[in-house]
Structures are given as C-alpha cells and as structure tokens.
C-alpha cells in the first residue's frame, strides 16, 4: 500500500472512527436501560389511560385495524376533559376529521402492528438506534466544524485561532458531544415511553447535524443529499410541526455549501422537493377527509389555551378560562392566540411574568412531570441514576456555544442554525408548559457546544494560552451550579401519588401484592413535597383496601382480585 492510499485511510479512520465509537458505546449503555426497563413493572407503563403514550397506542390500533385515512379522526378523552363536557361536546371545539395531532408516529406504530412484531419493545428497540444515529451524527457534526477550524484557522474577534494538523481535538470533540448527546439522562428516560418526543428530539438532531457534515469530506454536497435532507424535514414536520422552521433554514444552509448560485439554486430546489413529497401526502389526505390542505393537527388550539390562558401558573394545572376559550376558538389556532392574548389586555404583565417563569424553569435542573415522572424512574431504574442531568450539559454547552461564536468557530448561517435548534424547543416550552420531554430537544445543540469548548480549551492549553481555558471552566461550573440550585418559580415537587398508585398497581400486577404494597410504603415515607399529598394519603388508603377501579389503569395492568394487597377474592380482606 502507497503512502497516499495510507494517509486516505488514515484520515478516513480520524473522520469515522469517532462517530463508530459514539455509536457503539451509546448503543451498550443505551441497551443496559433498555434491559432495565423491559425487566420492570414500569415497562407497562402504557397502561395507563391518562397518558398520550396510552392515546398513541390507541390511535395505531384504529388504523391498523383498517382506518388508514383516520375518518372520523381519533380523539383522547382522559379524566380531565370530563368537567368540560363528554365526548361528543369535545368534538365541537375540534376541526372536523383533522389530524388530532402530527400524525408521522401514531402511523408508524400502526405499521409496527401490520408486521405482527410487538409493539412496545419494537418501539423502544427502533427509537434506541435512532438516538444511536442522531448520537453517531452529532460526533460527526462537531469533528467536522472543529476540524475545519484546525485545518485552515479562523479569525474571531480578533484573536487568532491557528491550530495544528495534528491535534486530535476535533476528534475529541466529536465524541464529547456525541457521548454527552446520546447518554443525556432524560432523553433516555423519554426513549422508554410510545410518544414522539424522543423521535424529534433525535430527527432535529439530524437536521441540526447534516449541514454541519455536508461538504467535510473535500468534496461539495451532492443532489441526493439535498433531497434525502429535504425529506426528513417534511417528515420531521409531519412528527411535530414545530420542527419545520428548523428543517427550512437546515435545507437553506445545506444549499450554501454548493460551489456556486446554479448549484445552490437546484440543491434548494432538490431540498424542497423532498420537503414537500410528505407535506403533500398530508394535504391528499386532509382534502380526501374535507379538512384544509396543509392543517397539521388540532392540538396546538387546547396547549395554548391550556399553558397561556388567563390564570395559567406554568404548571400543568388547568386554568379556570380555558374552557371559555376552546368553547369561543373552536378548534382555530390562530382564534386562540387571540382570545388569549385579549384575557390578559387589562394585565399584560401577568402574561409576560408567566413566560419569565416558564423561560427560568427551561434553564433549571428540575425535569417538569406529565405523563411520566424522570424522578421516579430514576429512582428505580439504576441505569438512569449515572447518566448526565441537564446540569451537566446546560453550562458547558452554553459557554461553548458562546465561545465557538466568539471565536468563529461556526460560520454565521451554521450559527442561525444552531439557534433555531436551540429555538425550537423553547418555545414549545414557552407557548405551553416547560415539560421535560418538551426540553429534551435542546440536548443537541448544547451537546454540541460541549464539543466546542473541549475542542477550544484542548488547543488553547496546548498553545499555553490558560487564561481563556480558566474564564471558561469558571462560566461552566457557575451556569451548571445555577441550573442544579436555583429554586424554580414553578413548584417542583419530585413525588406525584399519581405515579405511585400507577407503579404499585403495576408492580402487584408483575411481582405480587407485597411489592406493591412497598411502593405505596415508600410513597407515605418519602412523598412529603407532594402538593397534593392530602389527596396521595386518600388514594393510598383506597389502594390497601383492594380496590382498583380508581387507578384508570387498562385490565391488564390490573392483578386479579386474589393477587391483590388488602383484597381476597370473596371481599373479606387480608
């Protein structure tokens, strides 16, 4: 073998071989969870008839079953809809036979039901290569920014950043950030559950990362990568479309990297033809079901209302003008936002309060519950225990981001990129509730920035220029210290009897009424910040009768009546 054809594998093995690793080692420890789960009562977590996991599972079944079109279109209806009228008084407030919400992940799961293959390890399995992939991408993204910088040296705010070919910090950089990113704890965690927030937690880390990739290897981009990026805008929108910004401006900053305007002009184009082939397949659908072409679902009209109407705390709580609102808006999104915003016309800093509180809890460490709590999980599931905390990544992320900008590090279109990353799950957060799961989505970009910094602290120490390093250590641990110790605004309990009356009647049902019983032990010793905790203590003292019926789990979460803690068969109790 010549000389050329050893350095082309050399550099071949530097470009690869990080991303390989991320992927591999995200898979071992992504599998170990995995494992943890499937081993647990907790994996049926899905039969709870409260949560949207229960409503996609539900849905996939209605199409599987035949109604591919979904006409007349599947609706949830859990216990707090019933104070606002029945089913039927619901359907009112929606468009009629719109999508009830992005309808990419509840047809996926319908195809994992025509394959006959089950269905929630068949979910979890896929959505664990998929973070392995996204994991494997952002390696990638950020070997290849550093790189650049260390082959050629950029000028950023007048200080010059000159960088050996033989530093090993682009490489350490990428597996920085794609470690960080695939071993983030509360992405984990939500990977466990059927909803699509880990899926586009994932496809926005592609669309972050592949114009970042594009054109690394000494040659341009081609068309095929343009349409295929393009494509996975279109069905990342057709998952949640509030990733559509993200995909326009990643195709936009894809077509830069073409070597001239006829070039950039067809990629754009190729780009927005693969954007447009799902978007098109939604609007056939919605014109064969009477529905307005491009209408995306008909939830984002009940999150406004419910995270921004008069009387919201930021909390998952209902507040008292919302079902005025929905009743007036009917189902119009844009009616809304407009009803909203005129119930706060006498008080439009109590509006401009509650996003303060909601933008501060993003920055915080607490992880907010609604369908699943991370903090119960966690605690039972010792895979979660040793992953990284949002802690962990929002100070070293943030100040790296910061100081790849700084240092021009990233081109200004791939900085427009990496904001609307950023963007996008913020206000997701801000226009309804700072969920965990809706914040698991800025785990790319700062991951990302992680990178960045080890890359710039790893060259700057090398070149015997601590200071920098220092300044940047000291911002990190202060911005990480804030994130974990600072008191939220919004109430941040970290028990909910909701989840121990769902992990008990689970856990009786698995492994016997004594391990059932313990969780509700435990609850009663360790669930004292519980705001409603009156309530826990009723619920828990239901539950030890025997009963059951409260617990708005599906039958076979259920033990029968002769496995149940405090409930024989003939009713006398034990």
């Known amino acids: 073998m010549d000389r050329?054809?050893?350095?082309?594998?050399?550099?071949?093995?530097?470009?690869?071989?990080?991303?390989?690793?991320?992927f591999l080692v995200v898979l071992a420890v992504r599998f170990a969870a995995f494992r943890a789960l499937e081993a647990s009562a907790l994996s049926a977590w899905h039969l709870w008839t409260e949560t949207d996991e229960w409503g996609y599972v539900d849905w996939s079944a209605r199409l599987a079953a035949g109604n591919w079109l979904d006409v007349p279109a599947w609706r949830s209806y859990f216990s707090w809809q019933e104070p606002y009228g029945s089913p039927e008084a619901w359907e009112t407030l929606y468009r009629k036979n719109a999508y009830f919400a992005g309808p990419l992940y509840p047809y996926a799961l319908a195809l994992i039901r025509v394959a006959d293959l089950p269905l929630l390890a068949s979910v979890r399995l896929l959505q664990l290569l998929l973070a392995c992939t996204a994991a494997a991408a952002v390696a990638a993204a950020a070997q290849a920014v550093t790189r650049r910088v260390s082959s050629k040296g950029r000028e950023g705010a007048g200080v010059a950043v000159k960088l050996a070919e033989a530093s090993f910090g682009p490489e350490l950089a990428g597996l920085v950030a794609g470690l960080l990113y695939g071993l983030y704890g509360p992405l984990v965690f939500h990977d466990g559950f059927a909803y699509r927030d880990g899926p586009v937690a994932h496809v926005s880390a592609l669309l972050l990362a592949g114009p970042l990739i594009a054109g690394s290897r000494n040659r341009p981009?081609?068309?095929?990568?343009?349409?295929?990026?393009?494509?996975?805008?279109?069905?990342?929108?057709?998952?949640?479309?509030?990733?559509?910004?993200?995909?326009?401006?990643?195709?936009?900053?894809?077509?830069?990297?073409?070597?001239d305007s006829v070039f950039r002009r067809r990629a754009l184009a190729v780009s927005l033809l693969g954007l447009a082939i799902p978007l098109l397949a939604l609007a056939a659908r919605n014109l064969a079901a009477g529905v307005p072409p491009l209408t995306f679902d008909t939830r984002q009209a009940i999150g406004l209302a419910w995270g921004n109407a008069r009387g919201?705390?930021?909390?998952?709580?209902?507040?008292?003008?919302?079902?005025?609102?929905?009743?007036?808006?009917?189902?119009?999104?844009?009616?809304?936002?407009?009803?909203?915003?005129?119930?706060?016309a006498d008080a439009p800093l109590g509006l401009l309060a509650l996003w303060g509180k909601k933008a501060v809890t993003f920055f915080l460490s607490y992880e907010v519950p609604d369908n699943s709590n991370w903090y119960f999980f966690r605690d039972r599931l010792a895979p979660l225990k040793v992953l990284p905390v949002f802690p962990c990544i929002v100070g070293v992320g943030t100040v790296g981001l910061l100081a790849a900008f700084s240092r021009g590090v990233l081109r200004k279109e791939e900085e427009l990129l990496v904001l609307v990353a950023m963007a996008s799950p913020l206000a997701a957060c801000l226009l309804v509730q700072t969920t965990s799961r809706y914040r698991i989505g800025v785990a790319a970009p700062l991951a990302l920035g992680a990178g960045m910094l080890v890359f710039l602290s790893f060259e700057e120490w090398r070149a015997r220029r601590r200071a920098p390093v220092i300044r940047w250590g000291l911002a990190a641990m202060v911005l990480g210290g804030l994130s974990a110790y600072l008191p939220s605004?919004?109430?941040?309990?970290?028990?909910?009897?909701?989840?121990?009356?769902?992990?008990?009647?689970?856990?009786?049902?698995?492994?016997?009424?004594?391990?059932?019983?313990?969780?509700?032990?435990?609850?009663?010793?360790?669930?004292?910040?519980?705001?409603?905790?009156?309530?826990?203590?009723?619920?828990?003292?239901?539950?030890?009768?025997?009963?059951?019926?409260?617990?708005?789990?599906a039958p076979g979460g259920i033990a029968p009546p002769s496995r149940r803690y405090g409930a024989a068969a003939d009713g006398t109790g034990r």
């Open 312 to 344: 919201a705390d930021g909390t998952t709580a209902l507040p008292p003008t919302m079902k005025a609102v929905l009743d007036e808006a009917k189902g119009s999104t844009s009616k809304t936002a407009r009803l909203v915003l005129a119930g706060w």
């Open 221 to 259: 981009p081609s068309a095929r990568d343009a349409f295929l990026l393009g494509l996975l805008g279109g069905l990342a929108a057709l998952l949640k479309q509030t990733t559509l910004p993200l995909a326009v401006v990643s195709v936009f900053i894809l077509s830069k990297k073409f070597p």
């Open 4 to 22: 050329a054809a050893r350095s082309r594998n050399a550099d071949r093995l530097r470009r690869w071989g990080g991303p390989a690793v991320v």
């Open 489 to 553: 605004p919004i109430p941040t309990p970290h028990h909910r009897w909701a989840d121990t009356i769902v992990g008990a009647t689970l856990t009786e049902a698995r492994a016997g009424p004594e391990a059932g019983e313990r969780e509700i032990r435990r609850y009663l010793e360790e669930g004292r910040d519980d705001p409603q905790k009156e309530d826990g203590k009723k619920g828990t003292d239901v539950w030890l009768t025997g009963r059951r019926d409260f617990t708005r789990l």
